[in-house]
């Protein structure tokens, strides 16, 4: 059997209430609207590397109801990725903690559905990973597993 080479990365939607938890990242010049997310990091499950970013990116320690709810592929820069998209539910007690723990993120925020709607139409993703998170929430779809036999080989 042959090994497909590609990257792992994963993401958390942390809804709060009726919003999603959205992090202000800079890279390159660049600043976009996304949900905690990473790499996935040589000898890290996909378990132990969200909860990593979850502590990297906004503070969040081992969130109790964190669930896989959906395996997806997508291409980014131009590499086969495949995405694990967690999710978990927070009440504003917990959400008003958040902080970033990392000097890539700037800002932690809360929209509303309407302003995830309104930045998925303004907004220009380098890839479409990002937009894909975002919509998963839109949508509420995101509710099954999909694709989830794969075999991964992190270089």
Not at 33 to 44: H, K, N, Q, T, V
Not at 74 to 80: E, H, I, M, Q, R
Not at 116 to 139: G, I
């Amino acid at each position: 059997m042959e090994k497909l080479n590609c990257k792992a990365t994963v993401g958390c939607l942390i809804r709060c209430v009726d919003t999603l938890v959205v992090v202000y990242e800079e890279q390159g010049g660049r600043g976009a609207w996304d949900i905690p997310a990473g790499g996935i990091e040589l000898g890290e499950t996909p378990e132990q590397a969200i909860k990593r970013e979850l502590q990297e990116e906004v503070g969040l320690e081992s969130p109790d109801n964190l669930r896989l709810i959906r395996v997806f592929w997508a291409t980014v820069n131009n590499a086969p990725t495949v995405h694990f998209l967690y999710e978990s539910i927070i009440d504003e007690s917990i959400a008003k903690t958040l902080h970033p723990n990392t000097q890539d993120i700037q800002k932690i925020d809360c929209f509303s559905p309407k302003r995830v709607k309104e930045l998925l139409d303004s907004q220009a993703y380098e890839h479409d990973l990002a937009r894909d998170r975002l919509q998963c929430f839109l949508n509420d779809e995101a509710f099954q597993l999909v694709g989830a036999e794969c075999q991964i080989l992190i270089s």
